[in-house]
């Protein structure tokens, strides 16, 4: 897996620029962490927000800014990871991660807005929807160990100071972690092979075939959709080829002006909807075998701003 490198560890005098510059570090981890650009936005102003509240002689007794920085965006992570498991409970409809469009794909957006701090997010193998997905299975404490560990290559003993257990808890909450995402896995599939699967599919609803959809979808395929009570969207996962398939017709039948973009979402080949030149879906797949096995279709305007604020999505 192609991960973010660690940061820089530095002297005993905190540099300021080198604080600052931890921010991109800090965003891909809070994100990875919480499946959320905007609250991954929220705890890193935090982590900031505690550091700024130190006097300057307690800012040069930290030997290593950037493991402190780490350290408290990890643990700020893992309170709000608790309080989201509450909320999602009470979410109306199923709760996607907030999809991210590719650096190439915006042009601009206010700073510290959901378009800057997208393009501060590594795309990697670790934020495709299909791996966030499975990262919401886990239990807080497994999911901070895991990114912590497998995909930032953090050390147990330094994992430990920030989920606050022992080392070989940290170990065994990586395994078990490690254990959901390879029962989940399904064989990889080349970008480009994705690509072509999902240009068919888009060619093939946008000509209302169903036939051609049915084909193209897994039998067992399942489709997720996120409104968040906000923005129409099944409440409950469709499953069954043949039942997304007629519920893509019906839906592209009540929307006649609807206009499918063939977009990255998350560093794979995706589809953006888009209803009078306003994106009102962002869909992320799963191929295997050829076919279309997953879907994942957000709808909620608040986890859809850094692609409304770009200029191309």
């Known amino acids: 897996m192609s991960t973010p490198s660690k940061p820089e560890r530095y002297g005993s005098e905190p540099d300021l620029s080198a604080v600052?510059?931890?921010?991109?570090?800090?965003?891909?981890l809070a994100y990875r962490l919480l499946g959320s650009l905007a609250e991954a936005e929220d705890a890193v102003q935090e982590t900031y927000a505690r550091w700024y509240a130190m006097s300057r002689q307690q800012q040069e007794a930290i030997e290593s800014p950037g493991a402190w920085l780490t350290t408290v965006a990890g643990r700020v992570c893992l309170d709000l990871l608790g309080s989201a498991r509450v909320r999602r409970e009470r979410y109306v409809g199923s709760w996607i991660p907030e999809p991210l469009p590719d650096r190439s794909e915006w042009t601009g957006g206010q700073a510290g807005g959901g378009a800057e701090s997208a393009d501060r997010v590594t795309l990697?193998?670790?934020?495709?929807?299909?791996?966030?997905?499975?990262l919401e299975s886990m239990t807080p404490a497994e999911r901070v160990a895991f990114v912590l560990h497998d995909v930032f290559r953090y050390p147990f003993p330094e994992v430990a100071g920030i989920v606050g257990r022992t080392p070989a808890a940290c170990r065994q909450l990586a395994y078990s972690a490690r254990r959901r995402v390879r029962a989940a896995q399904s064989?990889?599939?080349?970008?480009?092979?994705?690509a072509g699967v999902v240009r068919h599919f888009k060619e093939a609803w946008e000509a209302g075939d169903i036939r051609a959809l049915v084909g193209l979808l897994d039998p067992d395929a399942t489709m997720a959709a996120d409104g968040g009570g906000l923005a129409g969207a099944v409440l409950r996962p469709v499953e069954g080829g043949e039942r997304i398939a007629g519920y893509l017709i019906h839906m592209a039948g009540r929307t006649p002006g609807l206009t499918l973009l063939e977009r990255a979402v998350n560093g794979r080949p995706g589809l953006v909807a888009r209803d009078a030149g306003v994106t009102v879906t962002v869909a992320a797949f799963d191929v295997t075998g050829g076919r279309v096995s997953r879907i994942w279709a957000v709808r909620n305007p608040d986890k859809l701003r850094p692609w409304t604020e770009s200029g191309s999505a």
């Open 20 to 28: 600052v510059g931890e921010r991109r570090h800090l965003i891909n």
């Open 124 to 134: 990697d193998e670790s934020v495709t929807m299909a791996f966030l997905v499975v």
């Open 187 to 194: 064989p990889a599939v080349p970008a480009a092979g994705q």
